[in-house]
């Protein structure tokens, strides 16, 4: 055997490298066997988001009750509830009983106060000439009261002073012809009441009121009879009380405004005018039965007042 020579080995070592690449290149390239690609990246999975965690509301401002003590006012119109058929009468032989008739003579006589009477002031002697209508006007006050709200129920007493612009007229007419007017006029009001209701909501009540109540009373008389003399008698106050209702609502835990309707019914039947002589120089038809004269009276002995208002209150609760 020949030797193989160093130059000859190296070059087959060679030309066999040279093919073991072609081979391998020739596979990558789809001849032959494939070549196994790198696995892709297993694909992230996203997990649907949960639900969002629940936010709770707020809690309902609630105001602060009813209950506590409250300063206020009110302000509104007022107005007479006079009687549009009341009369005046007389005691003509001063026996305290009134419903007499005045006569222009002792026997056989007329009456004097035949043509009648008109609900308001007389504008003149004659029924012809008509009566003013009454007055209504301001009425306005300051209060002060405490409630107990008792769970919804709420009870409560107040005191209040106010005045209120009204006045109740009546007149009488005679053959004469003479008018005869009675007037009284309102100065102010003192009142101490109860109060109930229920509120309906926190910022919403309903309610009712009584009690007791003084006038402070200006009476008067005026007549166009000349002759005869007048003298009045019991110009007091009177006593009487108060019966109405009404509704609250809350601006804010101290504030509140409402409307109210307040009825009030005055005694007023102390009040009384004697006639008597005076001037004349004949005998007067209001001395027929007593030499000392006659007393009159309105027929109407309460003082009646309604009133509208707008309140407003202070609170400074419980």
Not at 206 to 214: C, L, P, Q
Not at 288 to 304: L, Y
């Amino acid at each position: 055997m020949m030797p193989i020579s160093s130059a000859r080995f190296a070059g087959a070592l060679i030309a066999s490298s040279a093919i073991v690449a072609a081979a391998n290149v020739a596979y990558a390239n789809g001849q032959g066997s494939p070549v196994e690609p790198a696995p892709a990246p297993a694909p992230t999975v996203l997990e649907p988001a949960g639900p969002a965690p629940a936010v709770e509301a707020p809690a309902p401002v609630r105001r602060s009750g009813w209950g506590g003590l409250y300063i206020g006012g009110h302000l509104g119109y007022g107005w007479s509830g006079g009687n549009g058929n009341e009369v005046v009468n007389f005691d003509t032989n001063l026996d305290g009983t009134y419903g007499d008739t005045v006569f222009d003579a002792p026997v056989g006589g007329t009456d004097v106060f035949a043509p009648g009477f008109c609900d308001g002031a007389a504008n003149g002697p004659a029924l012809s000439d008509g009566c003013k209508d009454d007055k209504g006007g301001f009425d306005g006050g300051l209060r002060v009261g405490y409630d107990w709200d008792l769970g919804g129920f709420v009870v409560g007493v107040v005191g209040e002073a106010s005045m209120a612009d009204v006045s109740d007229s009546v007149s009488a007419f005679s053959t004469a012809p003479n008018s005869y007017t009675f007037t009284r006029e309102l100065n102010y009001l003192l009142a101490a009441r109860l109060r109930a209701g229920y509120a309906l909501s926190d910022d919403f009540l309903i309610y009712g009121t009584g009690g007791y109540a003084y006038g402070d009373i200006d009476r008067s008389f005026k007549t166009t009879n000349s002759g005869n003399a007048f003298a009045e008698r019991d110009n007091n106050g009177g006593h009487g009380w108060q019966l109405g209702g009404g509704v609250e609502t809350k601006l804010s835990n101290s504030l509140s405004l409402g409307v109210e309707y307040i009825y009030t019914s005055l005694n007023d039947g102390d009040y009384t005018v004697r006639a008597s002589q005076g001037t004349t120089a004949t005998g007067s038809p209001f001395i027929i039965d007593n030499p000392n004269g006659t007393d009159i009276r309105r027929g109407d002995d309460r003082f009646e007042i309604h009133s509208v208002r707008a309140t407003i209150a202070y609170r400074f609760g419980e």
